[in-house]
């Protein structure tokens, strides 16, 4: 068997046009766990000389897998610079994320446990350092590390959406959250959360497609709230399985109205009234 050799051209110049934008998966996965594991997991790591000796490894890490995905203004250099002048307050903005779940979580008992195991919480140090990637305009590799979040978390977040302080997923399995989305502080979100857009049209792809969440508010699992203009009020909360996609008021109770009826398991009566 023989491929065409126009095919087979085909290929190669795509290949040839892509190629810089394309980086190793596997650095990239190590990068982010192993960023992980100097933050927040026990290593043996006593002095400070070992732990700078740390971020300097994962500088480099960095700086080989920004390569050519730098903005073409800004080098890899700096960017890989810039990103680690703000890991301070991204680790700062993680332990407060973190102390959210183990103030609300009763299924908790230490921030070790969180830091350990809970998918919610690595889904988002996933998203504050893909977040500062996508801010400093590095092309590529914020979605692929999101996304690498999104396959071992089930948990969906785009790196463009802007997230408060005091951010608690729980369970988290099924939650998409769109580029434009805007979160408040103190926010908590239950699994199968949609915070998504009305129009997936591509000539919208500028504009404010998802919805603005002020501070306090609760979304319990599976709402889907939708849309640019749509906000929830600051203290809301959004009961399970609800369609949003016009204003809450703040302070609000949003719930789908459910009818349950209990029949007696025993003998059927003589007569029986049949409704369709």
């Known amino acids: 068997m023989k491929i065409p050799d126009h095919f087979i051209k085909k290929i190669l110049e795509k ?8 980086f190793d998966q596997n650095k990239m996965e190590n990068f982010v766990t192993e960023l992980y594991n100097v933050l927040f997991l026990p290593k043996q790591i006593n002095t400070g000389s070992q732990l700078q000796y740390e971020f300097q490894e994962l500088g480099k890490l960095l700086l080989d897998l920004m390569g050519s995905t730098a903005a073409d203004e800004v080098s890899a250099e700096q960017q890989t610079h810039t990103f680690f002048l703000a890991v301070p307050v991204i680790y700062d903005k993680l332990i407060l994320d973190a102390e959210s779940i183990l103030e609300f ?6 921030l070790e446990e ?11 140090y996933v998203y504050r350092i893909s977040h500062q990637l996508w801010i400093q305009k ?7 590390i999101s996304e690498y979040a999104h396959s071992r978390t089930g948990i969906d977040i785009h790196p463009g959406a802007v997230i408060g302080e005091h951010f608690f997923i729980d369970h988290g399995t099924g939650i998409v959250i769109g580029e434009t989305t805007v979160i ?9 959360v949609t915070l998504g857009a009305l129009n997936v049209s591509k000539d919208k792809a500028n504009e404010k497609r998802h919805p603005n ?7 319990y699992s599976g709402a889907t709230i939708l849309g640019g203009d749509t ?25 789908n109205k459910s009818e349950i009826k209990i ?6 009566p003589e007569s029986l009234t049949f409704v369709i």
């Open 184 to 192: 408040g502080n103190h926010v908590k979100l239950y699994q199968g």
């Open 263 to 268: 029949k007696d398991n025993g003998p059927l």
């Open 105 to 110: 979580d009763p299924a908790t008992e230490s």
């Open 231 to 255: 906000t929830i009020g600051r203290d809301s909360v959004i009961g399970g399985n609800v369609w949003v996609t016009q204003n809450v008021p703040s302070n609000s109770l949003v719930y």
């Open 114 to 124: 969180i830091l350990l195991s809970y998918p919610g919480f690595f889904a988002t």
């Open 15 to 22: 290949k040839q046009i892509s190629s810089t934008r394309f």
């Open 213 to 219: 969440i002020e501070d306090h508010v609760i979304i």
């Open 138 to 144: 590095v092309k590529t590799l914020p979605r692929v």
